[in-house]
């Protein structure tokens, strides 16, 4: 099993930033690739970035390519997503999951684990 912990949500103003982060823990070896997603009410859960803790690629949705960036750090299990300019259709809850397929998913079933969320909230 592996447990994944996400934290930093919050209150920012459009334009802001914010940085989550997602500690993982237990078997972590099994996976290999991390994935944001984020699901806004009354909508479906949507995919947002990806990376793989063996390094190299990286995925992002359109909607966000170029204002948000994920990172890894590998020694500290941790996965990070910097949110820059930040925009009111973008509060949603936040999602870090985890697969086992070695290579780059956008699709949520593909992902084996997945942290509570935590909310993003930007006000116009």
């Known amino acids: 099993q592996v447990q994944l912990v996400e934290s930093g949500g919050g209150l920012v103003q459009a334009g802001g930033s914010l940085r989550l982060s997602c500690v993982a823990s237990?078997?972590?070896?099994?996976?290999?690739?991390m994935g944001w997603f984020r699901q806004a009410p009354g909508k479906e859960r949507e995919f947002v970035a990806a990376?793989?803790?063996?390094?190299?690629?990286?995925r992002y949705a359109d909607s966000v390519r170029g204002r948000f960036t994920i990172s890894r750090d590998n020694a500290k299990n941790t996965v990070y997503l910097q949110m820059n300019s930040l925009k009111p259709e973008d509060t949603a809850v936040y999602y870090c999951a985890a697969s086992r397929v070695r290579a780059i998913q956008t699709m949520g079933a593909l992902y084996d684990y997945w942290g509570q969320g935590t909310q993003v909230t930007v006000s116009s």
């Open positions: 237990g078997r972590t070896f099994s996976t290999d690739v």
């Open positions: 990376t793989r803790w063996s390094g190299g690629s990286t």
